[in-house]
Nanobody
């Protein structure tokens, strides 16, 4: 079992930056891939990006490539989503998730709201 708690959401203006955090309650995350997803009102959940914990390898969805990055703090079992050049369309609830070797994401955080305003 992995419990995930996100933080760092809020309201920012277009073009600004924001960092989200996700802390995992697990002894070690080496066996996991950690990911970020988002869901805007009336839209389907969208893959934002992920990091393979043990290697640090990252991948991102097309809509955020070049603007979002993911980093981790091994000692604190914490995942970060660094967002720059934010756009209105980045407004959504952002979720942290974790999976093992399958491509199913069984573990989810409660979500944190990001609102990008003019």
């Amino acid at each position: 079992q992995v419990q995930l708690v996100e933080s760092g959401g809020g309201t920012v203006q277009v073009g600004n930056s924001l960092r989200l955090s996700c802390t995992a309650s697990a002894g070690s995350l080496d066996a996991y891939t950690m990911g970020w997803f988002r869901q805007a009102p009336g839209k389907e959940r969208e893959f934002v990006g992920s990091i393979t914990w043990i290697t640090g390898s990252t991948t991102f969805g097309d809509s955020v490539k070049g603007r979002f990055t993911i980093s981790r703090d091994n000692a604190k079992n914490t995942l970060f989503l660094h967002m720059i050049s934010l756009k209105h369309e980045d407004t959504a609830v952002y979720y942290c998730a974790a999976r093992g070797i399958t491509f199913i994401w069984p573990y989810w955080g409660q979500g944190t709201q990001v609102t990008v305003s003019s």
